[in-house]
């Protein structure tokens, strides 16, 4: 069975970081992993794409160069690093075994899998 778990989630200021992790069982991260997040009362957007194959990270364009995915080697986790947080990113954030960033969708299981989110909110 598989199950993804998120953890990290805060309140933090605006300008401050938050690191959220990823942990699952009864599928290797190794193969890939999805970040969503969703706001209230808006559509669920995706985040990034981690494409185990090549150890890739697509991010998408209001995320990229505030938000890191790394991926330890040892361990079936994944981590979010997010810097320099804004009012926007506040949000539910989702990992999945899909992801979808821009025109990009991969399916890394032929299931699709989600965990049940971690609330992020930016606050001054």
């Known amino acids: 069975q598989v199950q993804l778990v998120e953890s990290g989630g805060g309140s933090v200021q605006p300008g401050g970081s938050l690191r959220l992790a990823c942990e699952a069982s009864?599928?290797?991260?190794?193969?890939?992993v999805g970040w969503f997040r969703q706001a209230a009362g808006k559509e669920r957007e995706g985040v990034l794409c981690?494409?185990?194959?090549?150890?890739?990270?697509i991010y998408d364009d209001s995320v990229k160069g505030r938000f890191t995915l790394s991926k330890p080697k040892n361990k079936n986790m994944a981590f979010l690093q997010m810097n320099n947080l804004q009012a926007e990113d506040t949000a539910v954030y989702y990992c999945?075994?899909?992801?979808?960033?821009?025109?990009?969708?991969?399916?890394?299981?032929?299931?699709?899998?989600w965990g049940k989110g971690t609330q992020v909110t930016v606050s001054s």
């Open positions: 999945a075994t899909v992801c979808g960033v821009g025109g990009i969708r991969i399916y890394y299981d032929s299931k699709r899998y």
């Open positions: 981690f494409n185990g194959n090549d150890a890739d990270t």
């Open positions: 009864g599928y290797s991260l190794d193969l890939g």
